[in-house]
């Protein structure tokens, strides 16, 4: 396997994948490139392709499916679905690798491409996404190597090994007496509502949003990270008096979740809802958790009876540690959520599914989820502030110098994370571009205010 120093350039090769702007940055041509040089990297016979419903997503799997075939490797059609839903069919069924054509929940104008090798393991920019982009590099103007033998498409249905898979991760049991709001987004989410339906038996009643496959995102951004594109499911779970309400992302690779009274529960706390989940029948488990999240996400997985490990940010890296340690299960604040028995692989259908089972046991003793949520509410965070700068590496160093004495850890696990008594922060560099994120959190809102304002001093000088 060859090895390629160069640096990963600004452009549609990424680090965790390849994206960008269609037709200007990605397009057929380079879908086709892309399509034999990963075929030549890794040497692979098979490639699951799904795609989501990007209006270029059809046009740019035919020139990817092109490549890979002229390559010599055969396409696993498996049409449109959710990025979990390729991760599935790579693993399950022992497939060489896959790419998934998606931006996830990048805007209408782009378009992307994920890659996995066997295990649906992802390829990432230490991880082979440079010698892909290396050998795409090398060939594009049309040298491509011949292949012996060109490959051919084979169409794929997984719907029902699919859900099956689900319902596992039920314990057998479907949902039950519950009333659920659920935000599609006019994305993928429509196809895993299909499969929530198939999973719950008559007493569940839904209020579906935005169910209607549309690749220009005509009511908002399948972004559930930003609040606005909450609010409608918000609005909706008040005025039906729902349980809860839910929202994909584009690819349905995360969820966001809002309580009974419309308010967005953050990642780090869902993680904390279904570490308890897990728990309950799996005690002396590991969990991981990224390490922006709040203190009680750790003391929540203790008191649930796991062990809490913290964990650098980005799928990569959260999935390798999982693999690695045999984790049950692993939370990130971006809101992917990772599971041992899903193939070590993140989706937000799961997390919703586990968000469900345990907040219906909880609806059927009298509490409601405002009521699990709201205990965890105790710290006071200020989510993260990102600042471009001319030298990220100084002003960690300074950070590292001037802002750890007395600290009872300091972590560079990713960036640097610093714990006091009273406080924690963290700053790491974007993968991407030359900024600095920083996240404070503190015992009260007084001290998170003045630490925070302490360092982005230093950070923005």
């Known amino acids: ?53 990007r209006l270029s997503s059809d046009s740019i799997f035919e020139a990817l499916a092109r490549g890979i075939t002229d390559q010599g490797a055969d396409v696993i059609d498996i049409g449109l679905c959710s990025t979990p839903m390729d991760y599935f069919t790579i693993a399950k069924y022992g497939y060489d690798s896959g790419i998934m054509i998606t931006a996830s929940h990048n805007p209408k104008e782009y378009n992307g491409l994920k890659l996995s090798r066997a295990k649906a393991i992802p390829i990432g920019g230490d991880s082979g996404m440079k010698d892909v982009e290396a050998l795409y590099n090398k060939h594009k103007g049309g040298s491509w ?44 989410g429509v196809i895993e509502f299909e499969h929530m339906k198939k999973l719950s038996d008559d007493t569940v009643e839904y209020i579906p949003l935005y169910m209607e496959i549309d690749g220009t995102f005509p009511n908002h951004e399948a972004n559930p990270l930003k609040e606005e594109n909450m609010k409608d499911v918000a609005k909706a779970v008040v005025d039906n008096k729902a349980h809860i309400g839910l929202a994909f992302d584009g690819d349905c690779d995360r969820a966001g979740f809002v309580d009974e009274d419309g308010k967005v529960v953050s990642a780090d706390f869902i993680t904390a809802l279904i570490a308890r989940q897990f728990l309950l029948e799996k005690k002396g488990e590991k969990v991981l958790y990224d390490l922006r999240c709040s203190w009680v996400t750790k003391e929540e997985i203790e008191k649930a009876g796991g062990i809490p490990m913290m964990c650098k940010v980005g799928h990569a890296f959260i999935k390798r540690q999982l693999r690695d340690e045999n984790a049950v299960f692993g939370g990130e604040l971006a809101g992917h959520f990772y599971f041992r028995d899903n193939f070590f692989t993140d989706s937000g259908i799961i997390a919703i599914l586990q968000m469900l089972k345990y907040v219906s046991s909880a609806i059927k003793g009298g509490t409601t989820v405002s009521q699990l949520v709201d205990p965890m509410r105790k710290y006071f965070c200020t989510g993260e502030i990102n600042t471009k700068v001319k030298d990220p590496d100084a002003i960690l160093k300074d950070l590292e110098d001037n802002f750890t004495e007395g600290a009872s850890l300091v972590s560079h696990l990713d960036g640097i994370k610093v714990e006091f008594d009273d406080y924690w922060y963290n700053v790491r560099k974007s993968n991407t571009e030359p900024v600095l994120r920083l996240i404070v959190e503190g015992r009260t809102k007084e001290v998170m205010e003045q630490r925070r304002d302490e360092l982005l001093n230093v950070i923005r000088g």
Not at 4 to 16: D, I, K, N, P, T
Not at 164 to 170: C, P, S
Request: a negative charge.
């Open 145 to 188: 190597p011949d292949a012996e033998n060109k490959g051919t498409i084979i169409k794929k249905d997984i719907e029902d090994d699919y859900v099956a898979h689900l319902l596992d991760f039920m314990g057998g049991k479907k949902l039950s007496n519950m009333k659920i709001a659920v935000d599609a987004a006019n994305a993928t």
């Open 1 to 53: 396997m060859m090895i390629y120093e160069g640096v990963l350039e600004m452009s549609v090769f990424r680090a965790y994948d390849i994206r960008g702007v269609y037709p200007t940055e990605i397009n057929e041509d380079i879908a086709y490139g892309v399509g034999r040089a990963f075929v030549l990297f890794l040497k692979c016979k098979t490639v699951v392709i799904g795609r989501d419903m």
